[in-house]
T-cell receptor, first 113, second 111 residues
Framework: GAGVSQTPSNKVTEKGKYVELRCDPI?????LYWYRQSLGQGPEFLIY????????DSGLPNDRFFAVRPEGSVSTLKIQRTERGDSAVYLC???????????FGPGTRLTVL | SQQGEEDPQALSIQEGENATMNCSYKTSINNLQWYRQNSGRGLVHLIL?????REKHSGRLRVTLDTSKKSSSLLITASRAADTASYFCATAPGGAQKLVFGQGTRLTINP
């Protein structure tokens, strides 16, 4: 079956702009996660959804970052007033239920100029 | 902050040899997972070992877990060029659902 998909695969924007990154999880997976990975580092947790609600948003770096999952499936990560330090690969993962293995998408490479 | 630390940071071996990577973590866990990543993009789940398990096998992969030492190892036997990738251990500390990753081991298999 189809895996986790993320769009766009690459996004180049200018400092101060607003961006939205989309994640389509595997059908039926109730848990959805966002991570951010900088070059040479492991992924860092941003936020976790169980169904429609954000069960853990402790990894969001500041209030410029926000994520939604209004129907419990597709999720959008929103970044306001982007900064050069936001440049990274943003990874989405889903899981059939919490605590199980997570299936990752290919990521969105965000570059802020 | 990073929970796990992989060792070594980089490993280069000849095709056919075995590769061993180690991971240490800091807090109590429910399970520990190993992932592979090619070319800095999506991660592929390799194996999950629960806190009450000591060893697990999957094909050419063997994972051990020592909760008393808060450490795990990943052994890849009979390595192939296609095994070239970065390998990460990840834990879910304290029953949390999020995964906390180490910095990874960059493995290079030379033909």
């Amino acid at each position: 079956g189809a895996g986790v998909s993320q769009t766009p695969s690459n996004k180049v924007t200018e400092k101060g702009k607003y961006v939205e990154l989309r994640c389509d999880p595997i059908s039926g997976h109730t848990a959805l996660y966002w991570y951010r990975q900088s070059l040479g580092q492991g992924p860092e947790f941003l936020i976790y959804f169980q169904g429609t609600g954000a069960a853990d948003d402790s990894g969001l770096p500041n209030d410029r970052f926000f994520a939604v999952r209004p129907e419990g499936s597709v999720s959008t990560l929103k970044i306001q007033r982007t900064e050069r330090g936001d440049s990274a690969v943003y990874l989405c993962a889903s899981s059939p239920y919490p605590g199980n293995e997570q299936f990752f998408g290919p990521g969105t490479r965000l570059t802020v100029l | 902050s990073q929970q796990g630390e992989e060792d070594p940071q980089a490993l280069s071996i000849q095709e056919g040899e075995n590769a061993t990577m180690n991971c240490s973590y800091k807090t109590s866990i429910n399970n520990l997972q190993w992932y592979r990543q090619n070319s800095g993009r999506g991660l592929v789940h390799l194996i999950l070992i629960r806190s009450n398990e000591r060893e697990k096998h999957s094909g050419r992969l063997r994972v051990t877990l020592d909760t008393s030492k808060k450490s795990s190892s990943l052994l890849i036997t009979a390595s192939r060029a296609a095994d070239t990738a970065s390998y990460f251990c990840a834990t879910a500390p304290g029953g949390a659902q999020k995964l906390v990753f180490g910095q990874g081991t960059r493995l290079t298999i030379n033909p």
